[in-house]
């Protein structure tokens, strides 16, 4: 199985802030097949990049992505109040379709 | 608006089974790959199972496979997921999701189900 490493597992930061959340898989993955999900506290988790760098409907544009192989990251340009949620990269490149740990976005 | 309704969860014994169901619309059911995906109480999160179009073909991780049975229901806008030989370890909520086949993601999720495995 691709495992997905993540990190940060946490960042707290201040409203205005960039920040970068890194993902790096065991294995090359296609960029087609590298996806970020936004799961806000007590809610169903949200796809928000798909295909390495593609915003999914509805998504502002200060969410963005990057990356190709084994390393991608997923940026929020300037980090608003309501971003405070655990963001998820996800392979789809091969079965079983694996999650990275999650990394848990706090504002100060 | 696509929306995902799942059904279903409760308490149930080690051992025993339990059948999950998620209902669709806001779409055409039919022309979908559908999956389930479940988070584990404080954890993250785990592909459970795949299901194509037609339900000719099922897809699973080892961590489940042989216990838990995907399945779905075109006329109803309906999946499903029979889940037996329950363990501990199953105990999560178990999201509904349509699986985007182009690219392995899953789109859009339902609210989510508890499943509680315990005696």
């Known amino acids: 199985a691709i495992v997905l490493n993540q990190s940060p597992s946490s960042i707290i930061a201040s409203q205005g802030e960039k920040v970068t959340i890194t993902c790096r898989a065991s294995?090359?993955?296609?960029?087609?097949?590298l996806h970020w999900y936004q799961q806000k506290p007590g809610a169903f988790p949200k796809l928000v990049i798909y295909?390495?760098?593609y915003r999914a409907s509805g998504v502002p544009s200060r969410f963005s992505g990057s990356g190709s192989g084994t390393s991608y990251s997923f940026t929020i340009s300037r980090v608003e109040a309501e971003d405070v949620a655990t963001y998820y990269c996800q392979q789809g490149s091969s079965n079983p379709f694996t999650f990275g740990s999650g990394t848990k976005l706090e504002i100060k | 608006e696509v929306q995902l309704v799942e059904s279903g969860g409760g308490l149930v014994q080690p051992g025993r089974s339990l059948k999950l169901s998620c209902a669709a619309s806001g779409f055409t059911f039919s022309n979908y790959y559908m999956a389930w995906v479940r988070q584990a109480p404080k954890k993250g999160l785990e592909w459970v199972a795949t299901?194509?179009?037609?339900?000719?073909?099922?897809y699973y991780p080892d961590s489940v496979k042989g216990r838990f049975t995907i399945s779905r229901d075109n006329a109803k806008s309906s999946l499903y997921l029979q889940m037996n030989s329950l363990k501990s370890e199953d105990t999560a909520t178990y999201y509904c999701?349509?699986?985007?086949?182009?690219?392995?993601?899953?789109?859009?999720w339902g609210q989510g189900v508890m499943v509680t495995v315990s005696s």
């Open positions: 295909s390495t760098s």
């Open positions: 999701a349509r699986h985007a086949i182009y690219n392995n993601c899953f789109d859009y």
């Open positions: 299901i194509s179009t037609s339900g000719s073909r099922t």
């Open positions: 294995s090359s993955i296609s960029s087609n097949y």
